[in-house]
């Protein structure tokens, strides 16, 4: 073989330990990546009949519909890597309409000379994270970019879920004296990430709270907890997803710092780094607005999952729904100031 990876007779030898323009051609060598990479872990039935369509059943009721495109940097972090955000961020995303995820959609956008063992690595940890999510890769799309035109791998995922309850989850749902909680501590994936980028390193591994959030949501749904508002904490943290929720609601919100967990490591990252973890990102963390009646009740629930162990009650809707949406935090020493949006991004290429 020679250095571009091809044979004497100019077709790239199949042995290639990377990726070559031709696996986006849709010949035979796509029909390899396909077989050898893909259908090795992704073993759906609804794949088999390799249409240009998954066909699946639904349930009856509402359909919830979402998608969202993985670019982070770098793709491989403590606790995660880009395959497993793509299946949790759109399994959480179909979570926070209150909906069971189903299916799964996969585009991959790959540069031409990207490792086949990275590629073979990402696809096991999709499958693995689908697996535990209870969600099937039922259709997908691969597309090569010549070298230099992408940065390694790009995923796009989209998900389907069902919703047979009777809840409309939204903001617009907020009633004054409604409970904000918080499922867990704060900033973990966004400080994992950067300090993968940086080089720092901490006495203990702090991982990515990297996490699906769907189990502990049904839960919440099956108990009778009357949600009336999920929203994950990705991109721009928890101050970003409450400005958005209350200038959608057009309520007043107010949260109290002390209450808001951050793990002893990211605060001291953060001040290292000058953030502020209350805009960093998280990926298995979610505010949820319940009525005051049930605060402690779905406490109690979402402390018996995992990824909701270290939940907290951090404020409330203070306004009725009429009123423009701002955010106030009580600081700890009682002066109540605005938690703003952020002008700009903290940490690109974060999710
Ligand atoms: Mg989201």
């Known amino acids: 073989m020679n250095s571009s990876g091809e044979g ?12 070559l323009l031709g696996h986006g051609g849709g010949g035979r060598l796509t029909q390899q990546l396909i077989q050898e990479v ?43 890597d880009i395959g497993k955000l793509a299946i949790y961020g759109t399994v959480n995303d179909l979570a926070m309409a209150g909906a069971r995820p189903h299916y799964i959609s996969l585009g991959m956008i790959l540069e031409e000379g990207f490792s086949l063992e990275f590629l073979q690595k990402i696809t096991q940890s999709i499958q693995l994270a689908a697996l535990k999510c209870e969600v099937e890769i039922v259709t997908g799309d691969t597309k090569v970019v010549e070298r230099g035109k992408g940065d390694g791998i790009f995923i796009n ?45 901490f006495e203990t591994a702090l991982e990515s709270d990297c996490a699906p959030l769907s189990f502990m949501v049904m839960d919440l749904i099956e108990s009778g907890i009357e949600l009336h508002c999920l929203r994950d904490l990705t991109r721009g943290g928890l101050a970003s997803a ?17 209450q808001i967990p951050v793990h002893i490591l990211v605060q001291g990252a953060c001040e290292i780094l000058g953030l502020d973890p209350l805009y960093v990102a998280n990926e298995g963390r979610m505010v949820a607005f319940v009525p ?21 009650l951090i404020g409330r809707v203070t306004s009725d729904p009429i009123h423009p949406g701002r955010v106030l935090i009580r600081s700890r020493i009682g002066i109540l100031r605005v938690l703003d949006l952020l002008n700009g991004e903290q940490l690109p290429r974060i999710c």
């Open 292 to 312: 005051e009646i049930q605060a402690l009740e779905a406490l109690e629930r979402m402390k018996r999952h995992a990824v909701g162990s270290g939940a907290r």
């Open 242 to 258: 409450l400005n958005e929720i209350a200038s959608t609601a057009h309520c007043e919100i107010e949260v109290v710092e002390e």
């Open 157 to 201: 995922t989209s998900g389907l879920g069902s919703i047979s309850h009777h809840l409309d989850i939204q903001p617009s749902r907020l009633q004054k004296g409604d409970a904000i909680l918080v499922s867990g501590d704060l900033g973990r994936h966004g400080i994992a990430i950067m300090a993968a980028r940086e080089g720092l390193e």
């Open 8 to 19: 004497s007779c100019g077709l790239p030898f199949v042995s290639s330990p990377s990726v």
């Open 38 to 80: 893909f259908r090795k872990q992704f073993t759906s039935t609804f794949l088999k009949n390799e249409h240009d369509s998954a066909v699946v059943p639904v349930e009856k009721g509402l359909i919830a519909f979402t998608t969202d495109t993985y670019v982070v940097r770098p793709i491989f972090f403590p606790g995660g």
